[in-house]
């Protein structure tokens, strides 16, 4: 069966969307409900030194509206909180909390499980050979989350 470019992209497409919605489910049963992708891509741009919404929307390629719901949204969860600057008491900065770092921790080990749930089904090294292929294709750097405009960038970028 031939298949199109637009198939693999929907397939590519998919496979996210599978890992993410069962990740959010997962954390859900862990007690850290409503929790969406956007959230852990947020934290990880704060800790990489997105400490306001004007930086944290450059570094996700989002307006600045968004990037302050987004923010408001971590703060209702609280993921972060606004801290007074050291340097200048009149500025506040985003900071991760623990709450927000033990949300982060547990993540990665749904996403290990939800891993080990594909090796079981379709082999180790059929899972293993997507992700190297897929590597060839993007690059190692691909997606690095705290990186200015992750999400806009080619395999090139910086």
Do not use: C, N
């Amino acid at each position: 069966m031939s298949r199109s470019g637009a198939d693999l992209a929907l397939l590519l497409l998919a496979g996210f969307r599978t890992l993410a919605d069962r990740a959010g489910a997962e954390l859900a049963e862990r007690g850290y409900e409503d929790v969406r992708s956007v959230h852990d891509f947020a934290l990880h741009s704060i800790l990489s030194g997105a400490d306001s919404a004007s930086e944290l929307a450059h570094r996700m390629s989002v307006t600045r509206q968004a990037a302050a719901k987004t923010i408001a949204a971590l703060e209702e969860r609280d993921f972060v909180e606004r801290q007074p600057d050291p340097a200048d008491r009149r500025r506040t900065r985003l900071h991760v909390t623990e709450r927000g770092l033990a949300m982060m921790r547990q993540g990665e080990a749904v996403f290990d499980e939800l891993r080990e749930q594909w090796e079981a089904q379709v082999g180790a090294a059929s899972v293993a050979a997507l992700e190297e292929a897929l590597r060839s294709l993007v690059g190692d750097r691909a997606i690095r989350l705290g990186s200015p405009g992750w999400g806009a960038r080619g395999p090139d970028a910086e």
